[in-house]
């Protein structure tokens, strides 16, 4: 049997200062990079990961999620207005409350780890704090959030990188970055460890480079809307 229930929570993240809306294959690395941070932020907090294989020091491409499906959070909606808008969705309109809201519970606990680490930008000690606090609070939150108001109030924030650094970085991504993405091949495999043996800090540095990638393709400045309301 299934019941109505409210409309899904929209989070969304905007790039007031994308302008490389011709060429799709900056789109397609920053819609990649989100995926990836999301992926690799839901492991670091979400039970049920803890024997998952994971790099050492580098993310590298790849062409799907490690998560569960019901783990995964999807696209709803992409903005090529100004500014651009990457709409997520988190739970549904029509389906079993109680296993809608188990599984959306996990993916609302993920989020708000990830919009953390997404605002805490270039600093890689205010990211390695919004890990431990998430991972630590994982368990207490899977019980106790609610479905319906875990997202109800908007919060923007911004996160930010001095020009100098998304130049730098920009500049060092269209020499290598874009490449990289595209090789099949791995010329050095990395050493892999268990999800559970990463630390905070080793989750915090693991995702530094396409938090980069996100800003220096973003223009240096990127703002999370938690629950977007002009979403119909």
Known sequence: MTSPLEPALSPAVKFPRFTDFGDLSSLSIVTQDLSLTYDVTAIAVLP?????????????????????AEDRLKIRRISLGSPLEIIFGVGGASASIAGVAAATN???VAVKAWTD???AGLDIRERRRAL???????????HEIQLVNALKE??????????????????????????????????????KRRATELSSLDYAELLDEP????????GGELEIDEDDPDLS
């Open 48 to 68: 049920g990961y803890e024997r998952m294989s994971m790099p050492s020091n580098r993310l590298g491409p790849r062409r799907w999620s490690s998560l569960r």
């Open 106 to 108: 996990r993916i609302l």
């Open 117 to 119: 680490v997404l605002a």
């Open 132 to 142: 431990d606090e998430n991972r630590a609070l994982a368990p207490e939150r899977l």
């Open 154 to 191: 908007q919060q923007v924030r911004r996160a930010t990188a001095e020009a100098d650094l998304v130049e730098s970085a920009r500049n060092e991504i269209l020499q290598t970055g874009t490449i990289a993405l595209r090789e099949i091949g791995v010329v050095e495999r990395p050493k």
């Open 211 to 218: 938090i980069r990638r996100i800003l220096g393709y973003g």
